[in-house]
C-alpha cells in the first residue's frame, strides 16, 4: 500500500486527491483533514541530534519515522503509537521519537539516505532505529508490520522489542561511578528517576543544561539509577534510601566509597525538583556542604538558574 502511495504521487495524484484517497473520503463530501502530526517546519538533522543526546543519557534508542501530514498510514501509526497502552509504554521507556517530514518527496530525502532508507522504494511510514551514538540499527517498511487496514499491534511490539537497547546493570554503574569518583578525587551526585517520572526529567535536563553540567562536573560524577528500566535499581536505591517516601526524584551525594553525605530529605521531607525556596535552598546547602572546587560564583548561577526555572513554572 506504501509503494502504490508513492506511484500516485509520480504519476500526477493532486496532493487533495491523495489525503482523500488515504482516508477514504468522497469527492462530493470532503471530511475535515486530520490535525498535523508532522512539523513541516521542523529541522530533522536537529531534532534527531537533540533526540540522540537524549539517548545517550537515557540508554535508548530513536526511533525516526519518515512520513507527511498528507498520509493516511503514517497518522494510523502514530495514532496507534498513542492509542495501545503496550506500544506508549514500550516508546515511553525505550525511545525517543522523531517524525521526520519529507514533504511532497522533497524533502529531508538526505537525511533518509545517509541512513539508507529508501523510501522511494518502500514508500512511508517508514522507521529506522539508531542507537545512542546514531548508527543504524533497524531499518523497517512498514507494509510489513500491516494487517488489513490497520496496523497489527504485536507486529510492531514485536520490531520494537527486538531493536531496543539492553538494560543497564545498576549495581555495575554504581561501581562505575565511584571508581571514576576516586580517580578523579570527587563525589558522586546519585539520583533515582523512572521513565513516566516528568519531575524526574525535569532535574536531568537542568543538570544536563550545559552551563550547570560543566559547574556540577567540576566536584562530582553524575549518575542516574533508573528504578524502572536498570537491572537492580530498585536494589541499588534501597542502599542509600530507608524508605519510598517522598517519592521521585529523590537524590544523594556520595563519597567515593559510597557512603552517604547527604541527601534531598530535608527539613520538609524529600524536596525532589528543587522549585520551591525551601527546596531550593535545601538543594543548595547539599552542594555547598560536599563541594570541593566549586565557587560561589558558580553555585550563585545554578541558584539563579533555578529560580528563573522556578519562576517560569510559576512556583515562586
Known amino acids: 500500500m506504501q509503494r502504490s502511495r508513492f506511484l500516485a504521487v509520480l504519476l500526477g495524484v493532486s496532493a487533495g486527491g491523495l489525503a482523500a484517497t488515504a482516508y477514504g473520503q468522497s469527492s462530493e463530501a470532503a471530511q475535515p483533514a486530520p490535525k498535523a502530526i508532522y512539523d513541516e517546519q521542523a529541522d530533522a538533522k536537529a531534532d534527531i541530534a537533540a533526540a540522540l543526546a537524549k539517548a545517550k543519557r537515557e540508554n535508548q534508542r530513536v526511533l525516526v519515522m519518515f512520513g507527511g501530514n498528507w498520509c493516511g498510514w503514517c497518522h494510523k501509526l502514530h495514532g496507534l503509537y498513542k492509542q495501545d497502552k503496550e506500544i506508549a509504554r514500550k516508546l515511553l521507556y525505550e525511545y525517543r521519537l522523531v517524525l521526520v517530514d519529507i514533504g511532497r518527496w522533497n524533502k529531508h530525502m538526505d537525511v533518509a539516505e545517509s541512513y539508507k532508507a529508501d523510501l522511494k522504494k518502500h514508500g512511508v511510514p517508514f522507521l529506522t532505529i539508531l542507537d545512542a551514538d546514531g548508527k543504524v540499527i533497524a531499518n523497517q517498511e512498514t507494509g510489513a508490520l500491516e494487517e488489513g487496514d490497520h496496523h497489527d499491534v504485536r507486529k510492531v511490539l514485536e520490531f520494537l522489542a527486538r531493536h531496543q537497547a539492553p538494560p543497564q546493570d545498576a549495581d555495575k554503574r554504581l561501581a562505575a561511578a565511584l571508581a571514576e569518583a576516586r580517580s578523579d578525587n570527587k563525589r558522586v551526585f546519585l539520583h533515582l528517576g523512572a521513565p513516566w517520572c516528568g519531575w524526574c526529567h525535569k532535574l536531568e535536563d537542568f543538570l544536563a543544561r550545559p552551563e550547570i553540567a560543566g559547574v556540577i562536573a567540576r566536584d562530582y560524577v553524575d549518575l542516574k539509577i533508573d528504578i ?23 537524590f544523594a551525594v556520595l563519597d567515593a566509597d559510597g557512603k552517604k553525605l547527604i541527601s534531598s530529605d530535608g527539613p520538609e521531607g524529600n524536596c525532589g525538583y528543587p522549585a520551591s525556596p525551601a527546596e531550593i535552598a535545601h538543594f543548595m546547602k547539599m552542594l555547598r556542604e560536599t563541594r570541593r572546587n566549586i565557587t560561589d560564583e558558580q553555585l550563585t548561577l545554578i541558584e539563579k538558574a533555578l529560580k528563573e526555572a522556578a519562576e517560569k513554572l510559576g512556583t515562586r
Open 228 to 250: 524502572d528500566r536498570m537491572t537492580g535499581g530498585n536494589e541499588v536505591a534501597a542502599r542509600f534510601r530507608a524508605s519510598d517516601k517522598g517519592g521521585i526524584p529523590w
